[in-house]
């Protein structure tokens, strides 16, 4: 999924420079996950801790990261992907909530209208299979981290959803397909949270903590709505143009406002229970690097790194800027 601050491009980068400090090591907290790409990347090495203030988010990790094992859904009786996706939707459907508020009925244009209806008839049948307990409720939120992961492959939008394009996006006209997520094993006791990091972080202990935190200003829940309402299920009341979640209030993140980013990751640090630290931010974050440098700096073996950065790509107005992506690293 392409995610703001998203890591998949620096992980080998990211690899090497915790392999560089790093000489044992049997676990590692991803504590602002957002799509689960580090954890996934790390689980074979290590157990996964993994943390998000979304809960998308906390479903895809759920989903690649958490769970060992493929979904057996016995009781169900059969494969709900084939069935999900070869069902011929009925002519006589009610309107669902996508269809209402996010097909190009509504003037949202984020799905065609078909697609809309299919999003929608997933969503109530899986409602359907868990309210007569025919799936766990790990089969439940595995069927639903799939589904926020394949709505993106469909979604009429140029990186986030924080708009709609006026015009219909070659992706968004392709037929809407529940993908399956295969979880990789790695043996281990891999744990999720939905909690706020501030929080989480006195609860947890381990050796590598890996930091990556929101760098601007654009809160996450304002620009994945339409996500955290397909993972809560809960049609929510919405606003404006583009149809925001009206209570999301609670979801905006402290590392997005400019007074209190810094003393949050203070705390983080000074709260954290693990023996190596690692933050990604890059130079055009909120918080001055020189405040970021003072923080580690009060510990052991403290070191930055570079990584050349390739922007946003959905955001011109940045594109071809110095940006580069830092890594600082500490040892408590
Ligand atoms: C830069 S993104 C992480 C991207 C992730 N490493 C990836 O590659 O997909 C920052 C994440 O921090 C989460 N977040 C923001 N504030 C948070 C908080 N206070 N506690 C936990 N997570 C938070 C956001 O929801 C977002 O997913």
Redesign the pocket.
């Known amino acids: 999924m392409r995610?703001?601050?998203?890591?998949?491009k620096i992980l080998p980068f990211l690899e090497e420079i915790i392999t560089g400090e790093v000489k044992k090591a049997e676990s590692f907290c991803?504590?602002?996950?957002?799509?689960?790409?580090?954890g996934r990347y790390f689980k074979p090495k290590f157990r996964i801790i993994s943390?998000?203030?979304?809960y998308f988010?906390y479903l895809l990790n759920f989903s690649s990261v958490g769970l060992n094992k493929a979904q057996e859904f016995e009781n169900l009786g059969f494969n709900p992907f084939e069935y999900l996706n070869n069902k011929e939707l009925p002519d006589v459907l009610s309107e669902g909530f996508f269809e209402k508020e996010y097909s190009e009925k509504s003037g949202r244009m984020y799905f065609t209208l078909q697609n809309a209806r299919k999003i929608d008839f997933v969503r109530a049948q899986i409602e359907v299979w868990k309210n007569e307990g025919r799936i766990n409720s790990e089969e439940y939120l595995y069927l639903l981290g799939c589904l926020v992961e394949s709505v993106p492959f469909v979604s009429n939008i140029s990186g986030t959803f924080g708009a709609y394009n006026k015009i219909w996006d070659r992706r968004a006209k392709k037929d809407f397909v529940l993908r399956e997520i295969t979880p990789v094993s790695n043996n281990k006791k891999n744990k999720c949270f939905n909690?706020?990091?501030?929080e989480?972080i006195k609860e947890v202990e381990g050796d590598i903590l890996y930091l990556?935190?929101?760098?601007n200003t654009r809160q996450?829940i304002s620009n994945y709505h339409i996500l955290e309402t397909l993972a809560k299920q809960d049609n929510p009341e919405i606003t404006g143009k583009t149809g925001l979640r009206v209570n999301s209030e609670g979801q905006k993140?402290?590392?997005?406002r400019k007074r209190t980013a810094p003393k949050?990751l203070k705390d983080i640090i000074e709260n954290a229970k693990f023996e190596h630290i690692f933050l990604?931010y890059n130079t055009e974050g909120i918080i001055p690097l020189e405040v970021i440098e003072e923080i580690f700096s009060r510990y052991k073996n403290y070191k930055k790194f570079e990584i050349p950065y390739k922007t946003f790509k959905s955001n011109s107005r940045t594109k071809d800027r110095d940006l580069k992506e830092l890594i600082f690293y500490a040892k408590k």
């Open positions: 995610y703001i601050g998203g890591k998949t991803d504590l602002f996950a957002g799509t689960g790409c580090v943390n998000d203030l979304m988010s909690k706020d990091a501030n989480l990556d935190p929101p760098y996450y993140s402290d590392f997005c949050k990604s």
